[in-house]
Antibody, heavy 121, light 111 residues
Framework: EVQLVQSGAEVKKPGESLSISCKGS????????IGWVRQMPGKGLEWMGI????????KYSPSFQGQVTFSVDKSISTAYLQWSSLKASDTAMYYC??????????????WGQGTLVTVSS | QSALTQPASVSGSPGQSITISCTGT?????????VSWYQQHPGKAPKLMIY???NRPSGVSNRFSGSKSGNTASLTISGLQAEDEADYYC???????????FGGGTKLTVL
């Protein structure tokens, strides 16, 4: 059974760094793009970008380029979303999802349960 | 403002059919057959319902169907059931540097 399991909720202060994780199982982790999607409170879905675990190739939405970093650790089938300096506006639910095809453009067929990130002083 | 335009809300009675539209441009919806639809219940992760305009993943009810005409894609749900009440999002590949865009979402209410 394909599963993506994300790390737990985080509460951070502005300026702090953070890394959240997404562990895949039940499939060949290195052969499918992993995407990240933001959902701010009460708002819609936003495509942040994707990473290919096989070679760590990344594609960022311009809105998130330079604001976050995607990475993977193939040895433990885990993808990461990282911030070096959080802002209050980063408060949101973050989902990881597996790309069904091989292009990176979606669709996302399996989703993690989401990680709620709260940034507040 | 989202790149793809969806109605904020639609409603229907059990057993009826409803259609949710998703309007883009020739750079996204109109130019490629990479339109997907996701269902999201409150507090839950999104679920893929339709991909590549009209394909249903295994396990998704055949009451859900997708289509496209020009720059507008549509999701139709027939035989509405109470469990269909949720938010629905369309997405599309785009030739812009954004790569993938989502619609703003449509809240479906089953009366």
């Amino acid at each position: 059974e394909v599963q993506l399991v994300q790390s737990g909720a985080e509460v951070k202060k502005p300026g702090e760094s953070l890394s959240i994780s997404c562990k895949g199982s039940g499939y060949s982790f290195t052969n499918y793009w992993i995407g990240w999607v933001r959902q701010m409170p009460g708002k819609g879905l936003e495509w942040m970008g994707i990473i290919y675990p096989g070679d760590s190739e990344t594609k960022y939405s311009p809105s998130f380029q330079g604001q976050v970093t995607f990475s993977v650790d193939k040895s433990i089938s885990t993808a990461y979303l990282q911030w070096s300096s959080l802002k209050a506006s980063d408060t949101a639910m973050y989902y990881c999802a597996r790309d069904k095809g091989n292009s990176g453009w979606g669709p996302f067929d399996y989703w993690g349960q989401g990680t709620l990130v709260t940034v507040s002083s | 403002q989202s790149a793809l335009t969806q109605p904020a809300s639609v409603s229907g009675s059990p057993g009826q059919s409803i259609t949710i539209s998703c309007t883009g441009t020739s750079s996204d919806v109109g130019g490629y057959n990479y339109v997907s639809w996701y269902q999201q219940h409150p507090g839950k992760a999104p679920k893929l319902m339709i991909y590549d305009v009209s394909n249903r993943p295994s396990g998704v009810s055949n009451r859900f169907s997708g289509s496209k005409s020009g720059n507008t894609a549509s999701l139709t749900i027939s035989g509405l059931q109470a469990e269909d009440e949720a938010d629905y999002y369309c997405s599309s590949y785009t030739s812009s540097s954004t790569y993938v865009v989502f619609g703003g979402g449509t809240k479906l209410t089953v009366l």
